[in-house]
């Protein structure tokens, strides 16, 4: 391919290189927005489940979500190059108890990875499901190391 000296060959050069440049820091065009799901099923206590969910560039926060209730929040996630998202949380139903894991990234719990994901907080432990019917993954509660 020959590519002239002109200022349109150059410009197309440089819009080939930028493509290829931001490709590994920019969400993809085609991925929809994900969201994370955290259900309060915890019985033993009154007290409202503590949820702290976080990836590398984006804090959520810490949210109380009382017995029953969802709590949700929705990222596009960058599926390709050194930044892919990766979402991990923390849930604590008390003072001496806690439960740490990764809470979505993509590929988790086998598909295309962009697909809501469900984590159900019981009294036995933390329970994962890629949809509401299934359990893929499961993290009891530790004890907190004070």
Same mark, same amino acid.
């Given at each position: ?55 590398? &560039? %984006?804090? #959520?926060? @810490?949210?109380?979500? !009382? ?8 990222? $596009? ?45 019981? &009294? %036995?432990? #933390?329970? @994962?499901?890629?949809? !509401? ?8 509660? $530790?004890?907190?190391?004070?």
């Amino acid at each position: 391919m020959n590519i002239r000296k002109t200022s349109a060959g150059r410009v197309f050069v440089l819009f080939i290189v930028f493509l290829l440049l931001s490709t590994e820091t920019i969400p993809m065009a085609s991925a929809a927005t994900v969201s994370v799901i955290v259900h309060n099923n915890v019985t033993y206590t009154s007290r409202p489940l503590l949820v702290h969910c976080w990836s590398s &560039d %984006d804090d #959520v926060g @810490g949210k109380y979500v !009382s017995f029953g209730v969802e709590y949700t929040f929705d990222f $596009e996630p960058v599926l390709t190059g050194d930044k892919k998202t990766k979402y991990w949380c923390n849930l604590e139903p008390d003072a001496s108890w806690q439960a740490y894991f990764v809470a979505w990234e993509h590929g988790y719990g086998g598909g295309d990875g962009i697909a809501p994901y469900y984590w159900y907080a019981g &009294d %036995d432990a #933390v329970h @994962g499901r890629k949809d !509401s019917a299934t359990c893929d993954d499961s993290y009891t509660w $530790e004890w907190k190391h004070k």
